[in-house]
C-alpha cells in the first residue's frame, strides 16, 4: 500500500523508509534507521525528484503511481547518481517510456556506468543554471560536485522557493511517521545523528560545501527538500549554520574528546585519570573505546569538539588496529583546526604515540601538545605528573571563559570592590515572559523568576520597565513564564529578546497559538514546564519594578534540563569566529577539486577527476 506525504499543493514526498540496514554504504551504522527521500511535482508537467535504494523500490513504485494517478511522467530529475538514489531509476523507466531524464553529463556518464540503459535517447542534459519550466514552476539546476560525488547537482524552485539539495542537509534516521524537521525536537532528538550523516558522508569536501552554501545564499529559500531525513520549512538557519560551521572544520564546542584503544585496560586507566584531571578544572570532556564504538561516531565528535586525545597500545610495532583506523579516518575526512594530544603504551618498545603524530601532523591545522606520555605496561605514580601536566598544557589553549581557573594553593588578594561579574556566578535560569493586554500578545527573555514561598505557592519576577512586557503586567496583574530548556536554539533568544514589542509582533511566524487559562500564550517548544500567576503585590527599583505573584496554573512539558544564563553563554549564543584568511587558489568546475597557491601550473590535472587545467577557474 502506497505511503505519501503532501508537501505543498503540487509537491508530494513518495519516498521510504529502511529499519533493517544494518551498515549505511556497508560502512555507517544506522541504528535508527534511514529515510530515502523522492518527490514528485504535479504541474502542467510532472516532474520527479530523484528515486531510491532497492530495499524499498517496490514501496516507492506504489507512491509514484498513486500520486500520479491518471497522469503521465514528464520528467525524472536526476540529481545524483548513487544507488541509494538511482537504484530504482530503470523500473521507473521501463514503466513510464515517455519520461525524459534531466541530468548534467556527468550523470549520464555516471548512469551508464552504474547501469545497463539506454540514457543517451531519453536525455535532457542541462548545466549550471540552466532552467525548465513545468508550467507555474520553474527548475533552476545548480551543480553541485562532490557534495557528496562529483555528479551532483541541486535543483531550486523559483515558484515554492524549494531546494532540492540532493544529500546536502540530510540526516539518518527514518521519519517516523514525521515529514518536517519542525515536527521533531531536531536539536535534541536529531542533531548528533545531522552531524554523523554530515561528517562522515561530506566531511572531506568543505570548501565545495562552503561553495554551495555561497550559490544557495544569493536564493530566497523557504523550504530544503532533502534526499535523507527530514524536510525543513521552519527556522532553516539552524541546519544551514551547522553546515557553515562544519564544513569550515571550527569546531562547536570547547571540551575534549579522549579516544583509547587499550587491550588491558592499562591504556584505557590513563586516559580516564586525564579525563578527571580535566573535569577537576571545569573542562568538558567525553570518552570513547574505538574498538567498542562505531568509528562514524567518534569521526563525528572529532569535528564536535575542540581538542582531541589519543590514547593508544601499540600493537605489530605499529598503532593499535581500531585506532590506526581511526585517526587515517579522520585524516580522510580532512580535520583540521584542532589541539591534539597523545598517551602511548608499549610494554618493551613503544611506537604508536609517534606515529599517530606522524598521520595528524599531514592534517592542517592539528596544534600537537609537545609533551605526549609514553607508558611502560601501566601508568605509574611518579607518572601522575605528566598527566597533570599534560592537563594543564591541555587547559592552558583554551580560552579563559571555557576553562574554570586553574587551582592555586597562593591564597588571592581579595579586592574590596563590587565585581558586576560576579552577580553572573548566581544560577540564573532563563524564561520567557509573557502577557496579553486587549487583542496585544507579547513576551520578552528574562533571568529572573524564583519561587518564594510554597504556601501558597508565590514567585518573584523582575523585569526592566523599558519592557513593553513590564507595562503590560503593571496594567493586567497577569503573566505566563515558559521555562527555556538547555535545547533551546540562540533564535528563541532573538525572538523574544533583543527587540521591542513596541515595534513587531514577537509571535509573528512562530506558528502555534497556545494560551493559559489566563488567556495568556505561553512557548510550547524547548521549554519544560509553564507557570501562570497573579500579582499580589510590586515594588519599584529604579530601572526594574519587582513582581510578587501567586500561581493559578502550572504544568511540566518535557524532563530536558532548564537553561542556565552559564549553559547559553557557554553553548548557545554563537562565539564569534575568527576571520579567516581568503585563500588564493583555483577550484575544478567538474569536481569542485581546489588547488592552493597563486599560480596554477599549465599541466595541473585534477587528482579527482583528472581533468585538466582548463577546467580550472580562480577562487
Ligand atoms: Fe545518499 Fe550520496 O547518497
Given at each position: 500500500?502506497?505511503?505519501?506525504?503532501?508537501?505543498?499543493?503540487?509537491?508530494?514526498?513518495?519516498?521510504?523508509?529502511?529499519?533493517?540496514?544494518?551498515?549505511?554504504?556497508?560502512?555507517?551504522?544506522?541504528?535508527?534507521?534511514?529515510?530515502?527521500?523522492?518527490?514528485?511535482?504535479?504541474?502542467?508537467?510532472?516532474?520527479?525528484?530523484?528515486?531510491?535504494?532497492?530495499?524499498?523500490?517496490?514501496?516507492?513504485?506504489?507512491?509514484?503511481?498513486?500520486?500520479?494517478?491518471?497522469?503521465?511522467?514528464?520528467?525524472?530529475?536526476?540529481?545524483?547518481?548513487?544507488?541509494?538514489?538511482?537504484?530504482?531509476?530503470?523500473?521507473?523507466?521501463?514503466?513510464?517510456?515517455?519520461?525524459?531524464?534531466?541530468?548534467?553529463?556527468?550523470?549520464?556518464?555516471?548512469?551508464?556506468?552504474?547501469?545497463?540503459?539506454?540514457?543517451?535517447?531519453?536525455?535532457?542534459?542541462?548545466?549550471?543554471?540552466?532552467?525548465?519550466?513545468?508550467?507555474?514552476?520553474?527548475?533552476?539546476?545548480?551543480?553541485?560536485?562532490?557534495?557528496?560525488?562529483?555528479?551532483?547537482?541541486?535543483?531550486?524552485?523559483?515558484?515554492?522557493?524549494?531546494?532540492?539539495?540532493?544529500?546536502?542537509?540530510?540526516?539518518?534516521?527514518?521519519?517516523?511517521?514525521?515529514?518536517?524537521?519542525?515536527?521533531?525536537?531536531?536539536?535534541?532528538?536529531?542533531?548528533?545523528?545531522?552531524?554523523?550523516?554530515?561528517?562522515?558522508?561530506?566531511?572531506?569536501?568543505?570548501?565545495?560545501?562552503?561553495?554551495?552554501?555561497?550559490?544557495?545564499?544569493?536564493?530566497?529559500?523557504?523550504?530544503?527538500?532533502?534526499?535523507?531525513?527530514?524536510?525543513?520549512?521552519?527556522?532553516?538557519?539552524?541546519?544551514?549554520?551547522?553546515?557553515?560551521?562544519?564544513?569550515?572544520?571550527?569546531?562547536?564546542?570547547?571540551?575534549?574528546?579522549?579516544?583509547?584503544?587499550?587491550?588491558?585496560?592499562?591504556?584505557?586507566?590513563?586516559?580516564?585519570?586525564?579525563?578527571?584531571?580535566?573535569?577537576?578544572?571545569?573542562?568538558?570532556?567525553?570518552?570513547?573505546?574505538?574498538?567498542?564504538?562505531?568509528?562514524?561516531?567518534?569521526?563525528?565528535?572529532?569535528?564536535?569538539?575542540?581538542?582531541?586525545?589519543?590514547?593508544?597500545?601499540?600493537?605489530?610495532?605499529?598503532?593499535?588496529?581500531?585506532?590506526?583506523?581511526?585517526?587515517?579516518?579522520?585524516?580522510?575526512?580532512?580535520?583540521?583546526?584542532?589541539?591534539?594530544?597523545?598517551?602511548?603504551?608499549?610494554?618493551?618498545?613503544?611506537?604508536?604515540?609517534?606515529?599517530?603524530?606522524?598521520?595528524?601532523?599531514?592534517?592542517?591545522?592539528?596544534?600537537?601538545?609537545?609533551?605526549?606520555?609514553?607508558?611502560?605496561?601501566?601508568?605509574?605514580?611518579?607518572?601522575?605528573?605528566?598527566?597533570?601536566?599534560?592537563?594543564?598544557?591541555?587547559?592552558?589553549?583554551?580560552?579563559?571563559?571555557?576553562?574554570?581557573?586553574?587551582?592555586?594553593?597562593?591564597?588571592?588578594?581579595?579586592?574590596?570592590?563590587?565585581?558586576?561579574?560576579?552577580?553572573?556566578?548566581?544560577?540564573?535560569?532563563?524564561?520567557?515572559?509573557?502577557?496579553?493586554?486587549?487583542?496585544?500578545?507579547?513576551?520578552?527573555?528574562?533571568?529572573?523568576?524564583?519561587?518564594?514561598?510554597?504556601?501558597?505557592?508565590?514567585?518573584?519576577?523582575?523585569?526592566?520597565?523599558?519592557?513593553?512586557?513590564?507595562?503590560?503586567?503593571?496594567?493586567?496583574?497577569?503573566?505566563?513564564?515558559?521555562?527555556?530548556?538547555?535545547?533551546?536554539?540562540?533564535?528563541?533568544?532573538?525572538?523574544?529578546?533583543?527587540?521591542?514589542?513596541?515595534?513587531?509582533?514577537?509571535?509573528?511566524?512562530?506558528?502555534?497559538?497556545?494560551?493559559?487559562?489566563?488567556?495568556?500564550?505561553?512557548?510550547?517548544?524547548?521549554?519544560?514546564?509553564?507557570?501562570?500567576?497573579?500579582?499580589?503585590?510590586?515594588?519599584?527599583?529604579?530601572?526594574?519594578?519587582?513582581?510578587?505573584?501567586?500561581?493559578?496554573?502550572?504544568?511540566?512539558?518535557?524532563?530536558?534540563?532548564?537553561?542556565?544564563?552559564?549553559?547559553?553563554?557557554?553553548?548557545?549564543?554563537?562565539?564569534?569566529?575568527?576571520?579567516?584568511?581568503?585563500?588564493?587558489?583555483?577550484?575544478?568546475?567538474?569536481?569542485?577539486?581546489?588547488?592552493?597557491?597563486?599560480?596554477?601550473?599549465e599541466d595541473f590535472i585534477c587528482p579527482l577527476c583528472k581533468h585538466g587545467a582548463e577546467d580550472f577557474e580562480p577562487i
Amino acid at each position: 500500500m502506497y505511503c505519501i506525504k503532501k508537501i505543498t499543493n503540487d509537491l508530494t514526498w513518495i519516498g521510504a523508509n529502511d529499519r533493517r540496514l544494518a551498515m549505511f554504504e556497508g560502512v555507517y551504522s544506522v541504528p535508527y534507521g534511514v529515510s530515502y527521500n523522492s518527490y514528485l511535482l504535479k504541474d502542467e508537467k510532472t516532474v520527479l525528484f530523484d528515486t531510491v535504494d532497492k530495499a524499498v523500490q517496490q514501496r516507492f513504485m506504489e507512491n509514484v503511481s498513486e500520486t500520479l494517478g491518471d497522469r503521465k511522467l514528464d520528467y525524472i530529475v536526476v540529481q545524483h547518481v548513487e544507488p541509494d538514489h538511482s537504484a530504482a531509476l530503470k523500473e521507473l523507466m521501463l514503466r513510464y517510456p515517455g519520461a525524459k531524464i534531466v541530468c548534467n553529463a556527468k550523470i549520464q556518464l555516471f548512469i551508464k556506468q552504474f547501469y545497463d540503459l539506454d540514457i543517451a535517447s531519453r536525455a535532457h542534459i542541462v548545466k549550471e543554471n540552466d532552467t525548465l519550466n513545468t508550467g507555474k514552476h520553474t527548475l533552476h539546476f545548480v551543480m553541485a560536485p562532490m557534495v557528496h560525488w562529483p555528479e551532483v547537482m541541486v535543483t531550486y524552485d523559483s515558484t515554492d522557493k524549494i531546494l532540492f539539495s540532493a544529500d546536502a542537509f540530510g540526516c539518518f534516521g527514518a521519519l517516523n511517521g514525521a515529514l518536517f524537521a519542525d515536527e521533531v525536537d531536531f536539536a535534541k532528538d536529531y542533531m548528533d545523528e545531522a552531524r554523523r550523516y554530515y561528517t562522515n558522508i561530506v566531511g572531506k569536501y568543505g570548501p565545495q560545501v562552503q561553495t554551495l552554501l555561497n550559490k544557495a545564499s544569493a536564493l530566497t529559500i523557504d523550504m530544503i527538500c532533502p534526499l535523507h531525513g527530514f524536510v525543513w520549512r521552519k527556522n532553516i538557519e539552524d541546519i544551514v549554520s551547522k553546515y557553515a560551521l562544519w564544513s569550515s572544520y571550527e569546531p562547536e564546542e570547547y571540551g575534549v574528546m579522549i579516544a583509547y584503544a587499550s587491550v588491558y585496560g592499562n591504556t584505557e586507566n590513563a586516559a580516564e585519570i586525564l579525563s578527571c584531571r580535566l573535569r577537576d578544572n571545569g573542562i568538558k570532556t567525553v570518552m570513547f573505546d574505538v574498538s567498542v564504538t562505531p568509528a562514524s561516531e567518534i569521526v563525528s565528535a572529532a569535528f564536535r569538539w575542540s581538542h582531541l586525545v589519543f590514547a593508544s597500545t601499540t600493537y605489530n610495532a605499529g598503532i593499535f588496529v581500531t585506532m590506526e583506523a581511526l585517526i587515517n579516518d579522520l585524516a580522510a575526512h580532512n580535520i583540521q583546526n584542532r589541539t591534539a594530544a597523545v598517551i602511548e603504551n608499549g610494554s618493551w618498545a613503544a611506537a604508536s604515540g609517534n606515529l599517530i603524530c606522524d598521520i595528524l601532523k599531514k592534517c592542517k591545522n592539528i596544534n600537537i601538545i609537545e609533551n605526549k606520555i609514553s607508558i611502560k605496561s601501566s601508568l605509574k605514580t611518579e607518572q601522575l605528573a605528566e598527566i597533570d601536566s599534560m592537563a594543564n598544557e591541555i587547559i592552558a589553549t583554551f580560552p579563559k571563559s571555557a576553562a574554570a581557573v586553574s587551582k592555586s594553593d597562593d591564597r588571592p588578594v581579595v579586592p574590596n570592590t563590587v565585581e558586576s561579574g560576579t552577580m553572573f556566578k548566581l544560577t540564573y535560569g532563563l524564561f520567557v515572559l509573557t502577557a496579553k493586554d486587549g487583542e496585544k500578545d507579547n513576551g520578552c527573555i528574562i533571568n529572573t523568576a524564583a519561587q518564594i514561598t510554597s504556601s501558597p505557592m508565590r514567585i518573584s519576577i523582575t523585569v526592566n520597565k523599558a519592557n513593553l512586557t513590564h507595562d503590560m503586567i503593571l496594567k493586567t496583574s497577569e503573566f505566563n513564564i515558559s521555562i527555556l530548556t538547555e535545547s533551546t536554539p540562540f533564535r528563541i533568544f532573538e525572538q523574544f529578546g533583543f527587540r521591542s514589542g513596541k515595534e513587531v509582533e514577537k509571535f509573528d511566524g512562530c506558528g502555534y497559538d497556545v494560551r493559559t487559562a489566563n488567556g495568556i500564550r505561553y512557548v510550547p517548544e524547548y521549554t519544560n514546564g509553564i507557570i501562570s500567576a497573579k500579582v499580589t503585590e510590586s515594588y519599584d527599583y529604579g530601572t526594574h519594578t519587582l513582581f510578587i505573584a501567586e500561581l493559578t496554573q502550572a504544568f511540566t512539558l518535557s524532563d530536558v534540563p532548564s537553561v542556565s544564563y552559564q549553559y547559553y553563554f557557554d553553548h548557545i549564543k554563537p562565539k564569534p569566529q575568527p576571520q579567516k584568511e581568503k585563500k588564493k587558489g583555483f577550484i575544478c568546475k567538474v569536481c569542485g577539486y581546489v588547488y592552493e597557491g597563486e599560480t596554477l601550473p599549465e599541466d595541473f590535472i585534477c587528482p579527482l577527476c583528472k581533468h585538466g587545467a582548463e577546467d580550472f577557474e580562480p577562487i
